[in-house]
């Protein structure tokens, strides 16, 4: 933008931590939807495409869960978008209005050790939540991308999920909760962009105090991995369809993932 297993509840995780507490502003979407509306217009002839680059902090001795990923995923796209630095005059507005007149792209990346540590010094949003650690990275031009960030790979190994939630409802001024497709099945690097994705779709969708009380949680995002009967329910009903342009793992036209809150 995965997969997986426990009982039905509510949803009531840790909440999503910022790397950066001091600044909990929140950018209120603008008349046209920005910074968080996704026109979904073509790519403009003959330049570079721009992407949202999450990395994903994936360490050998302490391994992250695939929920807790793609929660950490779709709260860093939010804040990222949610800071002030990308409203008019701010020092991020020309790099995200370029990257939302196009194809919205999100590449999730894998890092660890130094190479985790070098990419905090580039421009972006870090959330932990749980297990797991994901900055979003104010959007570039692919042609553009520094060194740090283009040497991590997009793909690996799949982590465990011991705790993947199978069914959760969201609660009146809670959490987002995020639906990731049980079929096909996503790699770890597409459910946490179609996590990011749908979080954004979500906070473009609230009103200004529902956004603010989402605000007030950290952009927690739950994400329930459902069955396909569940999913199938839920499709007919959730304000937000994540559907995939088919640029790399699955068909055109594939509902990646949904987003619902109350």
């Known amino acids: 933008m995965t997969d997986a297993h426990r009982g039905t509840g509510p949803a009531s995780p840790g909440a999503a931590v910022p790397a950066d507490p001091a600044s909990p502003r929140?950018?209120?979407?603008?008349?046209?939807?920005?910074?968080?509306a996704?026109?979904?217009?073509?790519?403009?002839?003959?330049?570079?495409?721009?992407?949202?680059?999450?990395?994903?902090?994936?360490?050998?001795?302490?391994?992250?869960?695939?929920t807790d990923?793609?929660?950490?995923?779709?709260?860093?796209?939010?804040?990222?978008?949610?800071?002030?630095r990308v409203l008019p005059g701010g020092e991020w507005e020309a790099a995200t209005r370029r990257w939302l007149t196009a194809r919205i792209r999100k590449h999730a990346r894998r890092a660890r050790g130094a190479a985790w540590h070098a990419v905090q010094a580039l421009p972006g949003s870090t959330v932990t939540c749980g297990t797991a650690s994901v900055r979003a990275l104010v959007p570039m031009a692919l042609d553009t991308l520094p060194r740090e960030v283009a040497r991590l790979q997009l793909s690996g190994t799949e982590p465990e999920d011991p705790q993947a939630l199978r069914s959760v409802d969201p609660v009146p001024g809670g959490p987002v909760v995020v639906s990731i497709c049980p079929e096909p099945f996503l790699p770890l690097g597409k459910a946490a962009a179609a996590s990011g994705h749908a979080a954004q779709l979500a906070a473009g969708r609230q009103t200004s105090e529902r956004l603010a009380e989402w605000a007030a949680t950290g952009f927690t995002v739950v994400v329930e991995q459902p069955d396909v009967t569940r999913w199938r329910a839920l499709s007919t009903?959730?304000?937000?369809?994540?559907?995939?342009?088919?640029?790399?793992?699955?068909?055109p036209g594939t509902v990646t993932a949904l987003s619902r809150w109350v």
Request: glycine fraction near 8%; aromatic fraction near 4%.
């Open 26 to 36: 929140v950018a209120l979407p603008a008349a046209d939807g920005y910074p968080f």
């Open 237 to 251: 009903v959730a304000p937000v369809r994540v559907v995939d342009g088919g640029l790399t793992v699955v068909a």
């Open 38 to 66: 996704v026109p979904g217009r073509p790519d403009p002839e003959g330049e570079s495409p721009w992407a949202m680059q999450l990395v994903m902090r994936l360490e050998r001795l302490a391994p992250s869960t695939r």
């Open 69 to 84: 990923v793609c929660q950490a995923a779709g709260a860093a796209v939010v804040s990222l978008l949610a800071d002030p």
